[in-house]
């Protein structure tokens, strides 16, 4: 197995492949497990802004640029992968191997940007969705700890359709049942709420 990754010329390309699918796989982990940032700040991206919130934003399509190890790692994995099957599997030489390796590094990189920013263009779309509840009333569902200690979840309707979306309150915990008043959209993609009784209250004094 060795022999057939890393012996003579297969070198070039197995140790890329190796050396790229360890890092893409393992950071790969991290991301799901929250160890690393979220995965479409692996690239700089220019995505099509979905509510017109950027005026001075051009772009009709929406590119990438290649700046992260993610990305590296990428191409050395189609690259790698690639050659290696040309050159190994397939008995082709050196040179077909070079060329092959490149065309599949590169769309291994363009599938994952494109993938990337297909995200990124989701989480938009949810904030936009989070950010039509701002202050309206809405009830809790599932109990919001107190003083940000955990997220819980509230039901509201929006645009006249109920929804259910993560939520936290500055304030005491909120029981399910309770009337409460959006007051924020956070960066995390929840809401952060406060009991409507006290704002009444704050309002009549």
């Known amino acids: 197995m060795l022999d057939l ?12 492949a190796v050396i790229g699918t360890l890092f893409f796989f393992g950071r790969l982990v991290l991301m799901l497990v929250g160890g690393v940032d979220d995965a479409h700040h692996d690239f700089a991206m220019d995505v099509d802004d979905p509510g017109g919130l950027d005026a001075g934003h ?41 060329a092959v390796g490149l065309v599949t590094g590169s769309a291994m990189t ?3 940007g494109k993938l ?6 989701m989480q938009s779309s949810g904030s ?16 919001i700890p107190q003083a940000r200690g955990g997220r819980g979840s509230v039901r509201v309707i ?8 993560p939520a936290v309150t500055d304030g005491v915990t909120l029981d399910p049942g309770t009337s409460v008043r959006i007051t924020a959209v956070n ?12 704002e009444l209250s704050a309002r009549g004094d």
Not at 67 to 75: G, V
Not at 116 to 121: G, H, P, Q, Y
Not at 187 to 198: G, K, S
């Open 128 to 143: 936009l969705a989070m950010e039509s509840a701002l202050y309206e009333e809405g009830v809790v569902y599932i109990t």
């Open 187 to 198: 960066d995390d993609h929840t809401l952060t709420v406060e009991h409507l009784t006290r």
């Open 110 to 112: 363009w599938t994952l």
């Open 5 to 16: 990754l890393f012996g003579g010329n297969a070198a070039l390309f197995g140790v890329p």
């Open 158 to 165: 929006v645009d006249q359709r109920m929804q259910y979306y």
């Open 58 to 98: 051009t772009d009709s399509g929406a590119a990438f640029k290649i700046l992260s190890l993610q990305a590296i790692a990428a191409f050395l994995m189609g690259f790698g992968w690639g050659g290696l099957g040309i050159v190994r599997g397939w008995g082709f030489p050196m040179v077909a191997g070079l």
């Open 116 to 121: 990337l920013t297909w995200i990124a263009r």
